[in-house]
């Protein structure tokens, strides 16, 4: 069974840091592609970044651009997400997602349960 | 920047079919997939590559894509099915969402 759990949100000050992590189980973690999905309070799916399976090709929504980075451990099956200079509307629930192919990009097939991170002073 | 558009709300009765609509430019030369997303919980795809259902998935949910429209449509349409729709395209690099479509089954 595939599982995707996040980790790592929290309440942080305008301008902070803060670095989430999803670990993977249930499938061969180095074989797919991976991304970050966030969803504002009652707002729709936005989507963050994507990882391709290797880590050697990313991809940022130009709203992070700059100050997010993604990235992957294979060994650990995990997939991070360093987040700086955070901003009152990166506010949202940050879903951890597996692409559905080892190159990154749609679709997502499996999704985690998300992690909340809220910037506010 | 690529958009995807979609009707903010749908309203179907049970048993009948509904239909959700996304609209880009020149989609029906990309790929589109669906999410269906319930109160509380996490995305679920329903629909990729435009009309492939993944495994688990009802056969009442399929999918069209051409020209500048996508469409979700749900037949025989139940109460479970009550839920936000988002339509997912890749242009340029970047995943796009739609801005997601209320499915209201009274």
């Known amino acids: 069974e595939v599982q995707l759990l996040e980790s790592g949100g929290d309440l942080v000050q305008p301008g902070g840091s803060l670095r989430l992590s999803c670990a993977a189980s249930?499938?061969?973690?180095?074989?797919?592609?991976m991304s970050w999905v966030r969803q504002a309070p009652g707002k729709g799916l936005e989507w963050v970044s994507s990882i391709s399976n290797s880590g050697g090709t990313t991809y940022y929504a130009d709203s992070v651009k700059g100050r997010f980075t993604i990235s992957r451990v294979n060994s650990k099956s995990t997939l991070y997400l360093q987040m700086h200079s955070l901003r009152a509307e990166d506010t949202a629930l940050y879903y951890c997602?597996?692409?559905?192919?080892?190159?990154?990009?749609?679709?997502?097939?499996?999704w985690g349960q998300g992690t909340l991170v809220t910037v506010s002073s | 920047s690529y958009e995807l558009t979609q009707p903010p709300s749908v309203s179907v009765s049970p048993g009948q079919t509904a239909s959700i609509t996304c609209s880009g430019d020149k989609l029906g030369d990309k790929y589109a997939c669906w999410y269906q997303q319930k109160p509380g919980q996490s995305p679920v795809l329903v629909i990729y590559?435009?009309?492939k259902r993944p495994s688990g998935i009802p056969e009442r949910f399929s999918g069209s894509n051409s020209g500048n429209t996508a469409t979700l449509t749900i037949s025989g349409t139940q109460a479970m099915d009550e839920a936000d729709y988002y339509c997912q395209a890749w242009d340029s690099n970047t995943v796009i969402f739609g801005g997601g479509t209320k499915l209201t089954v009274l």
């Open positions: 249930g499938f061969t973690f180095s074989s797919s592609a």
């Open positions: 997602a597996k692409d559905q192919v080892a190159a990154a990009g749609p679709p997502f097939d499996y």
């Open positions: 590559q435009d009309n």
